[in-house]
């Protein structure tokens, strides 16, 4: 899996793909108003900018040269004068005109990238949302969050310094050049001599930075990954003793990503100065001839001759940028294909298009289910449940034993319909949940989890998970009950202590409980239970006991557990192995039994422990 993400990071595609800028324009469409009117100051921006060496010709040509001739009358200096004082004022007038135009193109293009950036990331993001759990099997979070992040700010660079800049770019360009040709096309004709030149070097540097680059981007991946796997799991490195090899590799991995920058640095500090030395090269001709023609052909007026030296650069700084934006381009294409192959991504899991909406009281019934995780075109699926059938009436529970990848928990996200099965069928009351409205059959149900997840918020906010219309009354009374509401008014600000990253400032048996008190808080009729006590300890666990006969009174409950001793009350007890039905019945029938399950409980109780002894 990581080496896919690895080779996903390498592809850097086209820096223009007309079927990608074809998605991408409807995410501009509501924010026509800011294309057009940064079109508008994109134009006018240019324009200004072609305008003012005209006037400079014309300034020299007119007030500078009468000024500069001694023959000339007080009265035709006088006329000078006043005609510079207009030249300047206009020349003042159209700078402020285009610092304005920029302003208003640099502005409302960057106001569009970042709307249409805001509206791609709620997209995906909801999008990723409502994916089946089989998407999120297959691709690693570090991947998707980048692709909400990182990769959708890339794409709004085609919005705001992109195509439509570029465009602007290359009439500048065109518009210098034109204007050359027009003034003097002998003198032209230097500057048109350099395009090629600039071509080739752009062409160069474009191949040798779209390798470094693609480079850069795979060690940065692989630098991410390792990051983010040791500080995960700096518990192993503390207890073993590895702090200095870890950082050792994290050196070596670092060490590559600053040697591939270095190239990608040296690419673009090679390629500037030369393509400025290009272009002084190209002035100092335009210099040189310019000089000879006024000189020695007298073709060519001082006026001119100056609007040529202005109109070089001006022509030559959009070529550079242009080269600039193509890596941006690039990055914001390969972003896009990305952020579009995670939106063409269909939901294996959706609504039917007339979907029940039943009142459910909390009867589960499996009919001959069978399930795989993935169906191969050839062969037989890797089954793990097989022909699997069981029935809960409502309000009773119902606890699966069974060993590691038996189908326990495969059961409980087929009953939330996490996935669809392959053959036969999952009822709710008599309903088939394909049938259902998903969001309807989940309001149904309360998880509670082994590894309990906790938000960045309070504990209030982690209770009912942004439910308002669950009142602090409510959450106060359900965390009385599972016996949270103790500990939870000795934290520093009670309810509304702020929780660390994933709880880590609580224990586990804590988080546990504040797990129960989120589930009771929405008062379910289902609740389903995963290993939920296996992480607290023997004190917290007879709290739980007491807590989970009030929060299962009424309610529909299946529990996963590996401690047989949380499952002896149980109205039911389905024992799995290998993804097929073994035993089935009370915990009393099944010791009777002398099967699968009564070797489990008399591994876990070998000893003479209370439960073995309470049971014989």
Sequence with gaps: MAQTYHDDDEFLGKAYDAKLIKRLIPYARPYLRLVLFGTVFMLLAAGCELMIPLIVRDTVNGPFIVLGKEASTEAAKQEAWTHLGWFSFGFMGLVAVQFLARFGNTYLFQKLGQSAVLDLRQKTYEHIQSLPLRFFDRNPVGRLVTRVTSDVEAIGEV????????AGDALTVIGALALMMMLNWKLGLFVVGAIPVMALLTWIFRGRARGAFREMRVKLAVVNSFLNETIQGWRITRIFGTEKQMAEKFDERSADYRDSTYRTV?????????????????????????TYSILELKTLDYGTFFAFFLYTPMMFRPIREMSEKYNVLQSAMASA??????????NEVVDPAEPKKPSLTGEIEFRNVWFAYSTPEDGEPEWVLRDVSFKVPAGQ????????????????SLLMRFYDIQKGSILIDGVDVREMDKAHLREAFSLVLQDVFLFAGTVLDNIRLGHEEISREQVEKAAEIVHAHNFIKSLRGGYDAEVAERGATFSAGQRQLLAFARALAFNPKILVLDEATSNIDSETEALIQDALKQLMEGRTAVVVAHRLSTITDSDNILVLHKGKVVEQGTHQQLLQQGGRYAKLYQLQFANGSKAETKAG
């Design 337 to 346: 294909e990305r952020i579009f192959r995670i939106l063409d991504t269909k």
């Design 266 to 290: 040296f690419n673009f500090s090679l390629f500037f100065p030369i393509v400025e030395i290009a272009g002084t090269v190209c002035v100092m001709l335009v210099v040189w001839y310019g």
């Design 397 to 412: 529970s119902m606890a699966l034993v069974g060993a590691t990848g038996s189908g326990k928990t495969t059961i409980i």
């Design 159 to 166: 919005f705001a310094s992109g195509l439509v800049q570029l």
